[in-house]
């Protein structure tokens, strides 16, 4: 039998809280969403869109072990052990605080930001090292004030390698996280015009992605995208917090870059060489942008001191996860469609990444190409400009049709050939109307927007409609 993630005193030490109605009951995990919580879990009642506290009750009578709440909460009957502490997050931050110390010496924990490619890279590692050894990271993304701590809440004692992903929308929002994260290795992946509505400049957000080196464990090693223009900036950053640098990227002065890199429609093989050793192997999810992050992944595993060879291997299986270039086919007519779902978030770099995977499918396979685009949202000032720069995008990518909703994907879809309007709404919802009456069986799909696009409905909706009945 595993031994339990925590026992009810060590959570009460861990939090700085007080016990009340003592459990023996060992505590197998933590949840903040009764709708997923599992017997045994501990339940902390966060301050989000809605009071964590109103849930107290509903989280025992799903099984709940103990529930972490704030002082001033006023036990209902049917309530089970608590731990009380003058603010939950505080607490939660001090229980992964906790858990961060209690690793062992040897074990490694790999931090990740960047204007895109986090959680991408941040699964990449984790399939990676778990081919090596017991690995912990977030199954979403979970890389914000209460996302971080929860994710190292989470992590065993038993952690070999740890991977936390790191978000931010504002300045000063990573300092706290990769503190409490303490890495040895920090990825930044690329730095975009994303969140420019916070942010004077794209210099103010490499910035603000330099705050990752501040938690670097000494002797801590920055992994950077020499690709990026904000290379030299970053590397100055780091260099600052004592960090090494290890580059990566196709620029001729990356210290890993690749030797052979093979596009296809379905993934991409690589060749390179790291500390004198050649490995060649191939990545499932297809793409320039994922590829680039490999050879990030790749460095990191090296860094780290794992089997790099073994670990390599496990990105020759791995699915993009839902949203994030997730494929399906579907039955239309006498024939089929390609759907690529690409609706979980977008920027200028990601849309072009999406759009040039579009232009990589096969015409022998699939005839037509479509790109289904919602509005990339926080852009600034400058967010007209930043969608019609992307008919340069569009037009490489051979796409036969565009199909576009919202105020800004307006401006885009007017700069594009006539033949090529497919339609325009203001609304995804509308959008899908349009599109489902457009659709034809040799068609490839690909969608993608910002999550306030709602452009995640569309992609549902048309697998819903296809589905194989």
């Keep these: 039998m595993s031994s339990p993630l925590w026992t009810f005193d060590e959570l009460v030490r861990a939090a700085a809280g007080r016990a009340e109605r003592v459990t023996g009951a060992p505590i197998v995990g933590l949840s903040i969403d009764t709708r ?49 502490v003058p603010d939950t997050v505080s607490g939660l931050e001090a229980i992964g605080r906790a858990a961060r110390a209690r690793l062992a010496p040897e074990a490694r924990v790999v931090a990740v930001t960047g204007s895109a490619g986090k959680t991408g ?15 912990h990271a977030a199954d979403k993304s979970f890389n914000n004030h209460w996302g971080v701590p929860l994710t190292l809440a989470r992590m065993p004692a038993t952690t070999r390698f740890a991977v936390i992903e790191i978000g931010m929308n504002h300045a000063g929002e990573i300092t706290p996280l990769t503190r409490l994260a303490r890495p040895h290795i920090a990825i930044v992946t690329t730095v975009e015009p994303v969140h420019l509505a916070q942010f004077p400049s794209v210099e103010a957000i490499a910035e603000a992605k330099a705050e990752i080196f501040l938690g670097l464990e000494p002797g801590g090693v920055a992994i950077l995208n020499r690709d990026n223009t904000h290379f030299e900036l970053l590397r100055r950053r780091a260099e600052a917090a004592g960090a090494r640098i290890v580059s990566f990227g196709q620029d001729a002065r990356a210290d890993v870059k690749p030797r052979s890199l093979e596009i296809a429609s379905d993934g991409t093989s690589i060749e390179l060489e790291i500390g004198g050793r050649e490995f060649r192997f191939r990545v499932a999810v297809p793409g320039i942008h994922i590829a680039r992050n490999a050879l990030a992944v790749a460095a990191a595993i090296h860094e780290a001191g794992a089997d790099t060879e073994t670990a390599l291997q496990a990105l020759s299986a791995l699915p993009p996860p839902p949203g994030r270039g997730s494929r399906q086919e579907l039955p239309v007519g006498d024939g089929r469609i390609l759907l690529i779902d690409e609706s979980y978030n977008a920027n200028p770099a990601s849309m072009r990444a999406a759009l040039a995977v579009l232009g990589t499918v096969p015409r022998a396979a699939y005839a037509r190409r479509i790109a289904v685009l919602g509005d990339m949202l926080e852009m600034g000032p400058e967010e007209i400009g930043h969608h019609v720069a992307l008919k340069e995008a569009v037009d490489a990518a051979g796409t036969d049709l565009v199909f576009a909703c919202g105020p800004n994907m307006a401006h885009l879809f007017a700069a594009l050939a006539p033949e090529k309007q497919g339609a325009w709404t203001a609304g995804s919802a509308e959008l899908t109307e349009q599109l489902v009456t457009r659709i034809a069986a040799g068609d490839v ?11 995640g409905p569309v992609a549902e909706a048309l697998a819903k409609k296809f589905a194989t009945k």
């Design 121 to 135: 890279t941040k699964d990449m590692l984790r399939a990676c090292f778990s081919r090596i050894g017991p690995t």
């Design 445 to 455: 799909i690909m969608i993608k927007g910002s999550n306030g696009s709602r452009m």
């Design 36 to 84: 997923t919580l599992q017997p045994g879990d501990l339940f902390v009642a966060l301050k989000d869109v809605r009071d964590g506290h109103e849930f107290v009750t509903k989280a025992f009578e799903a099984g709940a072990a103990a529930a972490l709440v704030a002082e001033g909460y006023e036990p209902r009957p049917g309530d089970g052990p608590l731990i009380r």
